[in-house]
């Protein structure tokens, strides 16, 4: 069978029932253009509807840092089911979860549970905004931050401001159908890494921002990074206009290590939400900080209204609990990262021996690889550098040879020796290739 025209028939029978013939617009593969249908997932691996195997370099968006299918996660979730499932209650296990982010996230005394990271980062900006009394938001060109209405514009680096210079605030680029012009008048969008322009912002407007909210690690772009010295910087201003600092870390969180991207950095935020990793997979959602600002949500005269009928549901309760043990046994990090620097390090002798243009950027599980070019990319700008043809090409026959990738490239704890040997002989096979055609 053609995998490739198998999943375009697919795609076609779904699209009589589900819109594009798939749940999310981003399940159309960032390569290919097809989404991927798949009929079973364990450890680093799954298999498609066609019987075809793929070593899984996406792992749902980064959410699947300890491989599909993991025992211990099934077996904590089939035992929630077995005591009758339930929503709209909590228990003694919520607050077991709780206690146990609290202990090791930097920024958490107090925190509540959401159903995603949507949900998370739009409860994050309106805390930032009931607590301080102010409508304004400064968010970064380039960040993605869930698909709500504030956040969506300028959420990737194909749509930041190419003609902001970095002196000024950047132009509203990619606001999709659907969201009002209004939105604009509460966001203020400005480049990444650049303090000046965030000091002349809150210095400009100071009583109208009510909080900062960035990635600390962006996975969305690839692997992008940032510095303990700007992050300070940012924390700082933040500190001296009296603005909410939240830190995204949906993707970056435990990538780098239990107390996330802000533990890797030193540097602390007033919020931060957290999700996808934290449950392996299991929809769910947090967001986390100081005691003062979470209490404004039982404020009895003007609260932030935080609330849902599935907010911490107890298969994602039971799902983290198991998560965290795993995380937190002795050793893991260390053995854990050590093989995909490896790996790394690995793939990228492996381009300089084939005289392939490439550079394996990364940070702890999340990394990418860019094509094109032999420096490491610093900022948005120099992604006109990638080679789009050869970025497209690679990726299409790595998938064609069952290494998957679409977007957040991510290593699991499942991805052991074997595998990622296994892997490296399959880029091997595609570089090979490439340097034929």
Not at 358 to 379: D, N, T
């Amino acid at each position: 069978m053609n995998v490739k025209a198998g999943l375009l028939d697919f795609q076609k029978k779904a699209s009589e029932y589900l819109t594009g013939g798939m749940s999310s617009s981003f399940r159309a593969n960032h390569f290919s253009g097809i989404p991927m249908y798949v009929d079973k997932a364990w450890g680093p691996k799954f298999r498609d509807i066609s019987g075809k195997e793929y070593i899984d370099f996406f792992m749902c968006h980064g959410a699947v840092l300890l491989g599909h299918d993991r025992k211990e996660i099934n077996d904590a979730i089939i035992k929630s089911l077995n005591r009758g499932y339930f929503a709209g209650f909590d228990s003694e296990e919520t607050l077991e979860f709780a206690k146990k982010i609290i202990d090791i996230i930097p920024c958490a005394e107090q925190l509540r549970f959401v159903n995603s990271g949507s949900e998370g980062t739009l409860l994050a900006l309106r805390l930032a905004r009931g607590y301080s009394g102010k409508d304004k938001i400064i968010r970064i060109d380039g960040h993605f931050h869930g698909i709500h209405d504030y956040l969506l514009a300028n959420n990737l680096a194909t749509k930041i401001d190419l003609s902001n210079d970095g002196t000024r605030i950047s132009k509203v680029v990619g606001r999709t159908a659907g969201i009002p012009d209004i939105v604009d008048k509460v966001m203020v969008t400005v480049p990444w890494n650049n303090i000046d322009t965030m000091e002349k912002v809150l210095k400009d407007q100071a009583g109208e921002i009510g909080g900062i909210i960035m990635n600390v690690i962006d996975y969305n772009n690839g692997c992008i990074t940032t510095t303990k010295k700007y992050l300070q910087a940012v924390r700082n201003l933040a500190d001296k206009y009296k603005v909410v600092l939240i830190f995204d870390e949906i993707l970056s969180g435990f990538k780098t290590g239990l107390s996330c991207g802000q533990g890797y950095y030193g540097v602390t935020p007033d919020i931060c939400t957290l999700g996808k990793a934290l449950t392996n997979d299991v929809p769910f959602g947090v967001v986390a900080g100081k005691k003062e600002i979470m209490d404004k949500i039982m404020d009895p005269e003007n609260p932030v209204i935080a609330g849902g009928t599935f907010s911490g549901n107890q298969l994602g309760i039971a799902a983290g609990i198991a998560v965290l043990n795993i995380l937190s046994r002795q050793n893991f990090y260390d053995e854990f990262l050590k093989r995909v620097e490896k790996f790394y390090a690995s793939l990228q002798e492996l381009f300089v021996k084939k005289n392939i243009p490439a550079v394996v950027q990364y940070l702890g599980a999340g990394f990418s690889i860019y094509l094109g070019v032999e420096k490491q990319i610093k900022c948005y700008r120099e992604f006109k550098n990638i080679d789009p043809d050869l970025t497209r090409k690679f990726f299409i026959s790595c998938i064609e040879h069952g290494l998957y990738f679409h977007t957040d490239f991510t290593i699991s704890a499942a991805h052991d020796e074997v595998t990622l040997g296994n892997a490296l002989d399959r880029f091997e096979t595609v570089m090979n290739k490439l340097r034929k055609a």
